[in-house]
């Protein structure tokens, strides 16, 4: 059920949208941050012919397919990756309102979603995370903090506590700290963006949760890098952007830390405080 959206469907599409919404702006994000362009007074315009869009070229998805994946323009090719990002948007947006209904709670992780997509995507594009979207994570991080961390919620039979600062405050450190030791002891081991990034993650998501994210990451990348040497397409000591495996294992843990957390203890026949 979705917690607090029953019977409400208006709500729902309502909420749905401000998803696809939120994530049209992450694009926006994604194009102009590295090139250190104004994200909130400049016009969205074509990146080919350079012409200023309005309203009816910015809907999120519609537009892409009534436009049929073209610039109204100069009818140049709109990248696929522009409604996709869109789509998982409005994907989260459910994904949340499910977990945690439409509620502030649910907004704060949706934000927390948005942001994780636009360091992912910006990573993967210039090898670098940007100081303002770890900042905006950390922000968030503390304001969550200040009101006390989201509440407790029911996930597949397992009880969350609520997170508590000291939790919180020792998920900024968990990883991040030994991150930072490793690159003094092998300088490339790890991106500074990287390690800021898990500071802010650990903080949001407290250290139990910062753990799973990180090991569910080391793993994905693992395999990645795996896959690039076997294919000749990197080798042993070239690099690849690991921001986007650090998001995806954060996104993963929030959902499911506690329960992935919980099989490895019942797996292992182990506990923790």
């Not at 009880?159 to 000291?166: C, F, G, R, S």
Request: proline share 3%; hydrophobic share 50%; with cysteine.
């Amino acid at each position: 059920m979705l917690g607090n959206t029953e019977g409400s469907g208006a709500l729902l599409i309502l909420w749905t949208a401000a998803g696809l919404s939120l994530f049209s702006f992450v694009n926006v994000l994604v194009w102009r941050l590295p090139r250190d362009m104004n994200f909130f007074t400049d016009r969205s315009r074509c990146l080919f012919c350079g012409q200023t869009l309005n309203w009816r070229d910015l809907i999120p998805v519609f537009s892409w397919l009534l436009l049929k994946g073209r610039c109204r323009y100069c009818g140049e090719k709109i990248p696929l990756r522009y409604p996709l990002t869109e789509l998982w948007g409005g994907f989260c947006s459910l994904l949340c309102a499910k977990f945690w209904g439409i509620s502030w709670n649910a907004g704060v992780m949706l934000v927390f979603l948005a942001l994780l997509t636009a360091v992912s995507q910006i990573d993967q594009d210039t090898m670098e995370i940007p100081d303002g979207l770890n900042g905006a994570i950390f922000l968030l991080a503390v304001l969550a903090l200040a009101q006390d961390g989201l509440l407790a919620a029911r996930l597949d039979g397992w009880e969350l506590t609520k997170w508590i600062a000291k939790e919180r405050l020792l998920g900024m450190v968990s990883v991040s700290l030994p991150m930072f030791l490793l690159i003094l002891m092998i300088p490339g081991a790890f991106g500074g963006g990287d390690v800021k990034l898990m500071a802010g993650i650990g903080l949001f998501l407290g250290w139990r949760r910062c753990l799973v994210s990180f090991m569910a990451a080391v793993l994905a990348g693992g395999i990645y890098g795996g896959f690039l040497i076997l294919t000749g397409r990197k080798g042993r000591k070239d690099h690849f952007a690991f921001g986007p495996f650090l998001c995806a294992g954060a996104g993963l843990a929030a959902f499911f830390g506690n329960q992935i957390l919980q099989w490895y203890l019942s797996v292992f026949s182990c506990s923790i405080p």
